[in-house]
């Protein structure tokens, strides 16, 4: 049976690592080097370890209006457990080198839960409520924005207009570059059905989409991540 999105329910707010955002956004040293922002960021551990290591990392979320840090760190643990039984129940589709197996992901899933656990505590200036299309940053605050697991990835409910409002607000704040990751929708290797239309749209809006591999080896046939640019047109 082939699976679909519906499967997983709401939105997981879930907690990749340092080490998936490097390899999902293809990230070298330099660009950790950069003013970041992380939207959608849920419960990443991606702001609290680049911070940690002297960067400038920004995470922004809806999830963060209606909860202080300890709900927040409650949701964040149980969905966490909700991603990982979802995996495990769907482990063909899952490509096992990235992750040896669903206790890896497990492990390396609540991990990312405590360093953002810890990191919003202490830093709770860093994580930033925001929701799409209308981001509370003013433009070209952050060198680079990353962006994954929310457009494309629930493209089911989240329509092409959503996605073209939404990349040209993620353009609107980025200085140089946007990257977004996967192009697929979550639970299938399907790509996005009208991702070459959005393209064409951007391409009006002066914004120029490239399809980018990557290294990053979970969901099968999530392998590649949009780059975005700015053409100077119009
Ligand atoms: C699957 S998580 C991705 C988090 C992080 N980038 C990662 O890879 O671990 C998706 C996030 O999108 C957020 N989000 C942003 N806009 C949303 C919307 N319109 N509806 C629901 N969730 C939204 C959710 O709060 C959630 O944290």
Sequence with gaps: MTPNTADIGAILISSRSLDEYRSMFDLSDDDLSRRILDYPAGAAGFTAVVNRLGG????????????????????????????????RDHAENYDWTFFADPD????????AVRDFAEDIRRHPHRYVAGWL??????????????????????????????????????????RDELRIFPLVESGTSVLCPYLDELLTDLREHGIDGEVVEVDYRFQKGAHHMLVCRRTGFP
């Design 133 to 174: 299309p209308s981001l509370p940053f003013p433009d070209a605050a952050f060198d680079l924005v990353l962006s994954s697991h929310l457009l494309f990835s629930y493209a089911d409910r989240l329509d092409r207009t959503f996605h073209l409002d939404a990349i040209r607000e993620l353009m609107r704040v980025a």
């Design 56 to 87: 400038d990392v920004t995470a922004c979320d809806t999830a963060y209006s209606d909860s202080d840090a300890e709900h927040l760190t409650v949701v964040a643990a149980a969905e966490a457990e909700r991603g990982n039984r979802y995996i």
């Design 104 to 111: 890896e992901h497990a492990r390396v899933r609540r991990q």
